[in-house]
Nanobody, 124 residues
Framework: QVQLVESGGGLVQAGGSLRLSCAASGRTFTMGWFRQAPGKEREFVAAITWIGGITYYTDSVKGRFTFSRDNVKNTLYLQMSSLKPGDTAVYYC????????????????????WGQGTQVTVSS
């Protein structure tokens, strides 16, 4: 069983930046972020394969969100820049012991482990 612990959410003005962290207690091969805004369905944000470092981003965050990772700490970071009010949501870290590639990386149902969520609020 892998546990995921998220941190880094908060309140920021539009145009600002935040960095989310997700620490995993065990080995995973794909980690990602999803988000859910009030009244909306959960949506894919970004994912990365641990081997090869293949990244996937939803179109709305490309060029604004980027991954980095600390292999020693088994921690994934999501740097979010140029934040917009539309980015406001609860962000969930997700992971799986499978290597997800292509369209499978976007599918929340293929992730086995989920964090508790961290709130990101972007004010206009």
């Amino acid at each position: 069983q892998v546990q995921l612990v998220e941190s880094g959410g908060g309140l920021v003005q539009a145009g600002g930046s935040l960095r989310l962290s997700c620490a995993a207690s065990g080995r995973t091969f794909t980690m990602g972020w999803f988000r859910q805004a009030p009244g909306k369905e959960r949506e894919f944000v970004a994912a990365i394969t641990w081997i090869g470092g293949i990244t996937y981003y939803t179109d709305s965050v490309k060029g604004r969100f980027t991954f980095s990772r600390d292999n020693v700490k088994n921690t994934l970071y999501l740097q979010m820049s140029s934040l917009k009010p539309g980015d406001t949501a609860v962000y969930y870290c997700a992971a799986t012991t499978r290597t997800l590639t292509g369209s499978s990386a976007y599918m929340g149902s293929l992730y086995d482990y989920w964090g508790q969520g961290t709130q990101v609020t972007v004010s206009s």
